[in-house]
């Protein structure tokens, strides 16, 4: 049965079992159950950088207070692979009973690190397209954000993220919304979107990247290793440039 959890448990959890242990602004709603173990899976939703525009680039007349991005999601390993879109469709049916004001929930699949959203799909959620979007890498595969690049360096200019011995890779990102509004609000919403909805997946053979680590991009069909996200730490003395801004 699905319940809302304390905030700092709920990121404890994820730091435990998600790829990533730096969390988005807006954690709004934390939801979770238990099964004999314990904690078993957990979900947080809330909203990104631009909540505004994320929903009204997709649908026009829609606002903030109309949806809920899914931030962080998984599981414990050992569950089931099915875990994490069974619970999924429990998350819809709270926000149905506990949140009916609520039209609209959205997320995005991490193609970039492989995952067409196969999360999304075993839950009927529709498919929107994808974007193309990029990260750099160290040597050891710890990713970091193009916006951790801007505020600490001030630059993403190649001199920069070559300077520090990064790659960078860009890679695909896959739409997914599901309706928790009535029929009705659901036609009218798919009438104005700017986006194409469908059931038509992608799968792992819509992936690729491009590989770029200062002589020119490649692309490739293999997934780069992408080591946990954590907080970035400085590469090697000897892969920094100290003229850099901000070193």
Not at 57 to 66: A, C, E, N, V
Not at 117 to 139: D, K
Not at 219 to 232: A, D, L, M, Q, V
Request: glycine fraction near 8%.
């Amino acid at each position: 049965m699905v319940d809302v959890v304390p905030i700092d448990i709920a990121k404890n959890f994820i730091r435990t079992w998600h790829y990533s242990d730096v969390f988005p602004p807006h954690c709004m709603v934390t939801l979770g159950y238990r099964d004999d173990l314990g904690w078993a899976a957990m979900a947080i939703w809330g909203w990104g950088t631009r909540p505004r525009h994320t929903i009204q680039k997709l649908f026009p007349s829609l606002d903030t207070s109309d949806y809920w991005e899914l931030c962080r999601l998984c599981a414990r390993d050992e569950l089931p692979r099915n875990t994490e879109s069974a619970f999924i469709a429990q998350c819809t049916r709270w926000f149905r009973e506990h949140q009916p004001a609520k039209k609209v929930l959205f997320s995005w699949a991490d193609g970039i690190r492989g995952k067409p959203g196969y999360v999304y799909q075993g839950s009927n959620w529709l498919y929107g397209g994808y974007i193309t979007t990029e990260i750099y890498l160290t040597p050891s595969g710890e990713p970091v954000h193009p916006r951790l690049m801007i505020t600490r360096f001030g630059t993403r200019a190649k001199s920069t993220w070559t300077g520090m011995g990064l790659r960078k890779v860009r890679g695909r990102q896959f739409r997914y919304v599901f309706f928790v509004c009535s029929h009705r609000e659901r036609k009218r919403l798919l009438a104005e979107s700017t986006v194409s909805w469908s059931r038509k997946y992608p799968k792992i053979g819509d992936m690729v990247w491009t590989v770029d680590a200062g002589e020119g991009s490649r692309e490739t069909r293999n997934p780069p290793r992408i080591e946990r996200s954590g907080r970035f730490r400085h590469p090697a003395p000897l892969l920094w440039d100290n003229n850099l801004p901000g070193v």
